[in-house]
């Protein structure tokens, strides 16, 4: 092999092992939404079929996040599983959509949860939900305290009774 040949291979030998290696460090080095327990509700402003809102000015009770897409057959089972759930009492419930699909057509699909006024339909732009959160996928669901603390995050489908426990304590 000449020597020209030797270097190339070095060389494409050591970008790959430096790109894969700076890819798993980015992805270890972001918090993830696990990591975050204890934090704040942060402050992202989402769209709802009223007013605009601002997440970390809504106070009192328990606050549980579901962060979905409206193409996603995971959130679809997810949400079907909160639609069939009883919620409790003085709990409320914040379905984010990442989807530029309006909320009207989206609370159709779930008539059980348009009915509660427990539960705001909001939407968010993907990046700024996936920055405020530090999440990496959908379904998230976020479990808030009374104090807006996060007392839980799942990602992934999760049993709606685990959550509602959680809102519950």
Not at 132 to 144: D, E, G, K, S
Request: hydrophobic share 45%; net charge positive.
């Amino acid at each position: 092999m000449s020597t020209s040949l030797k270097a190339f291979a070095y060389l494409v030998f050591a970008t790959l092992v430096l790109g894969i290696g700076g890819i798993v460090y980015s992805i270890r080095s972001r918090p993830s939404v696990t990591s975050l327990v204890g934090t704040p509700v942060p402050r992202l402003d989402v769209a709802t079929r009223e007013t605009p809102l601002r997440l970390d000015t809504l106070t009192g009770s328990p606050l549980v996040v579901v962060i979905y897409s409206p193409r996603c057959d995971h959130c679809h089972r997810q949400l079907d599983a909160f639609a069939r759930s009883t919620m409790p009492v003085g709990a409320r419930l914040l379905l984010v959509s990442i989807a530029d699909l309006p909320l009207d057509s989206l609370a159709d699909i779930w008539p059980a949860l348009r009915a509660s006024s427990a539960v705001t339909w909001a939407q968010a732009s993907w990046p700024a939900v996936k920055s405020q959160f530090h999440i990496r996928a959908v379904p998230t669901v976020l479990v808030y305290d009374r104090n807006r603390r996060l007392a839980k995050g799942f990602v992934g489908e999760v049993r709606v009774d685990s959550v509602y426990a959680l809102a519950t304590k």
